[in-house]
């Protein structure tokens, strides 16, 4: 037990086995980060997965510093982590017709304009492939048993035999002393913890694509103007284009060009990140509705993708479920399965990583004997802030479909998604560590977290949670404005 502080390192053996097994269901962020963490509080740990392997395809996201911190306590996957970040990435602002807004400027350098730290950013953008290829060298070092093939149908719990378990689509059955659902939006597991999230259709979706970048070389023009940028012309660069109601961006660094597009919805969508359509979906669609259409350059490069790699997303809204655990403390969902965000959030990946952090401390902290304390202490400390985190994703995604171009030339930071200092300065095994037994003793007396003595808020500080969904807050994002409530949001 003890305190953990931001430089501390403890890696895999610097904790007692907890004789906790635990059970995890899916591979995205959140499982894989919950599977290493578990190993290394000393749990014993499975992992289960629906798919013949790890999905390591895809684009990008954006990881915020409070995600990566533990990575202090795993050296090779630090190193291999500093190998492949964009530590030294550009970004230029245009509107969606092609004139420039915001010209290229360092990401350390906008923090530095911003009054922030440039040595401290809180946070990159990374490619997905890459990431979850460094996760399952480290999975892989510790051998952590992953068996796929198992799509989970059904979750459940014996109370009187303290444990938990899985159905699979085979009638296979596995069981655990605690189980973590991280199989995404739409896991079976939230029947079992309060019932299942309604999904509304937001209207909108995500054309998203990466390709390789020597196809670039198809199209000298758009090459020649998606260069990559400083002294010697090697530095990944990310083009916003910002319109009314939509915007885009395409990233280029030394290997992959990614391009991602939000939209109206077109009838080709699914919430499925298979589900692809061709570059002639793409143009017949992207100019609906606009007076002034997008900038040619940008139509040049989606020609340029290969076919069947162009992911189209919708986007559905969710309320906040504050019911994350079984009635008996021994089912957890944790990532998307508890909390799904907007893409414009930038903190989908962010949030998921720090929950996997955050039970698997939790575990360790209560012992073998207290896991349903753990597990609803866990909820205690993530739900509020999770909640306000994606509150604030309706407000970056105002700021990117309705920009003020006149306050945004001024100052650009309005012209990007708000990533505030209580999102990035979180540390959560920190914080876990500090206040998991205050914490505990109120979720046993009933007590409202906000009504913890001693305990700082690891949400926007002087916010007190108001239950708040969709319907309330529809309106103003179509009025490109989101009333967040009060407190410092920044």
């Known amino acids: 037990m003890g305190s953990l502080h931001d430089g501390d390192c403890k890696p895999v053996g610097s904790y007692s086995p907890s004789g906790i097994d635990v059970l995890i269901v899916g591979t995205g962020l959140a499982g894989l980060t919950a599977a290493l963490e578990c190993v290394r509080k000393g749990h ?23 995600a990566t911190t533990w990575f202090r306590h795993w050296p090779e996957l630090a190193k291999e982590y500093a190998s492949i970040s964009m530590n030294n990435a550009w970004i230029e602002t245009l509107k969606h017709d092609g004139e420039r807004m915001i010209p290229p400027l360092k990401v350390s350098e906008r923090l530095r304009q911003e009054g922030a730290d440039p040595n401290t950013p809180p946070g990159a953008f990374q490619m997905r492939p890459l990431i979850y290829q460094m996760y399952l060298n480290e999975v892989q070092r510790q051998k952590i048993t992953i068996q796929f093939g198992r799509r989970v149908v059904d979750y459940f719990e014996d109370q009187e035999r303290q444990r938990a378990g899985v159905v699979t689509d085979k009638g296979d059955r596995f069981e655990a002393d605690v189980v973590i659902a991280a199989d995404g939006i739409g896991s079976k597991c939230q029947k079992l913890v ?21 196809l670039l070389d198809k199209n000298p023009a758009i090459k020649e103007f998606l260069h990559m940028v400083g002294p010697n012309h090697d530095e990944p660069i990310v083009r916003s284009w910002l319109g009314p109601g939509m915007y885009g961006l395409i990233l280029v660094r030394r290997e992959t060009c990614v391009w991602i597009m939000n939209h109206d919805v077109t009838g080709s969508e699914e919430e499925n990140w298979r589900n692809t359509v061709g570059s002639d979906d793409v143009l017949n669609n992207m100019d609906r509705g606009l007076s002034t259409p997008w900038d040619p350059r940008f139509k040049e490069v989606i020609k340029l993708t290969p076919p069947n790699t162009i992911v189209n997303f919708e986007l559905f809204w969710r309320n906040p479920q504050p019911s994350w655990a079984s009635p008996g403390g021994r089912v957890i969902i944790i990532g998307d399965a508890a909390h799904s965000f907007l893409p414009a959030s930038g903190n989908g990946a962010t949030l998921a990583i720090e929950d996997a952090i955050s039970i698997a401390t939790c575990l360790q902290l209560a012992g073998k004997a207290n896991i349903p304390e753990a597990v609803r202490t866990h909820v205690r400390l993530r739900f509020v802030r999770c909640a306000c985190a994606q509150k604030m994703g309706f407000s970056n995604a105002a700021r990117l479909q309705h920009t003020d171009w006149k306050r945004a030339k001024v100052d650009p930071k309005l012209a990007q998604p708000k990533i505030p200092s209580w999102v990035w300065k979180h540390n959560p095994e920190v914080y876990t560590y500090e206040n998991y037994r ?53």
């Open 44 to 66: 014993s740990v499975r992992v289960l997965e629906r798919d013949d392997n790890v999905n390591t395809a895809g684009d990008m996201y954006f990881m915020g510093h409070s």
């Open 194 to 214: 309060g019932g299942q999230v309604k999904a509304m259709s937001s209207g909108r979706a995500m054309w998203r694509a990466a390709f390789p970048i020597h």
């Open 438 to 490: 205050k914490v505990a003793d109120a979720v046993r007396r009933g007590t409202p977290l906000d009504q913890v003595e001693g305990v700082p808020p690891n949400y926007p500080p002087g916010y007190t949670y108001t239950p708040w969904s969709i319907d309330d807050i529809m309106e103003s994002v179509e009025n490109g404005t989101v009333e967040l409530g009060p407190g410092n949001w920044d």
